[in-house]
T-cell receptor
Framework: NAGVTQTPKFRVLKTGQSMTLLCAQD?????MYWYRQDPGMGLRLIHY???????AKGEVPDGYNVSRLKKQNFLLGLESAAPSQTSVYFC?????????????FGPGTRLTVT | SQQGEEDPQALSIQEGENATMNCSYK?????LQWYRQNSGRGLVHLIL?????REKHSGRLRVTLDTSKKSSSLLITASRAADTASYFC?????????FGKGTRLHILP
């Protein structure tokens, strides 16, 4: 089992360009999350999903859109990238059937916007 | 501002000593979790404590929770070089899981 995978691992964008980050999971988890991590800021929640076809805003949703068309995939889109979106992006999943509430994280995508 | 705030921001101790990190949060929670992040990697879950629990143990980890003070502490006993990492508290509020800024722990040989 691959667990949680993220594509791509690295990307450099120019200001104004668009891109989509893909998070894929094979654990059949209902909940999926997108976070960004900046130096000294910890992880900040961008958007999350509690099931296929659902999305909700987190702490810092502006400038990002998400879609959860299939249970196993959670896409994060940047329509017009800005230098302030330079960050490391982490996807995470959570199983709602268990009692641990543990999140499983992907390896991250390092994005630089110039 | 973020829900959780860890203290201290950075901590250096000698191998074998105990390390204590604290987390304060702002609003009522369902549970609180602690995660570890090795440099450049994703986070790994360490331990969860529910809002109706006061203390929990897992191996060398001891977590306390004081809901009246909205604070938690993570104690790592008999530290090892492999414990060098960043540690984050995460509070669960319904469906959201919100992280603090983390404590960078460095174990000196």
């Amino acid at each position: 089992n691959a667990g949680v995978t993220q594509t791509p691992k690295f990307r450099v964008l120019k200001t104004g360009q668009s891109m989509t980050l893909l998070c894929a999971q094979d654990m059949n988890h209902e909940y999926m999350y997108w976070y960004r991590q900046d130096p000294g800021m910890g992880l900040r929640l961008i958007h999350y999903s509690v099931g296929e076809g659902t999305t909700a805003k987190g702490e810092v949703p502006d400038g990002y859109n998400v879609s959860r068309l299939k249970k196993q995939n959670f896409l994060l889109g940047l329509e017009s990238a800005a230098p302030s979106q330079t960050s490391v992006y982490f996807c995470a999943t959570k199983d709602v059937t268990g009692t641990t509430h543990e999140q499983y994280f992907g390896p991250g995508t390092r994005l630089t916007v110039t | 501002s973020q829900q959780g705030e860890e203290d201290p921001q950075a901590l250096s101790i000698q191998e074998g000593e105990n390390a204590t990190m604290n987390c304060s949060y702002k609003t009522s929670i369902n549970n609180l979790q602690w995660y570890r992040q090795n440099s450049g990697r994703g986070l790994v879950h360490l331990i969860l404590i529910r809002s109706n629990e006061r203390e929990k143990h897992s191996g060398r980890l001891r977590v306390t929770l004081d809901t009246s003070k909205k604070s938690s502490s993570l104690l790592i006993t008999a530290s090892r070089a492999a414990d060098t990492a960043s540690y984050f508290c995460a509070t669960m509020i319904w469906d959201k899981i919100i992280f603090g800024k983390g404590t960078r722990l460095h174990i000196l040989p």
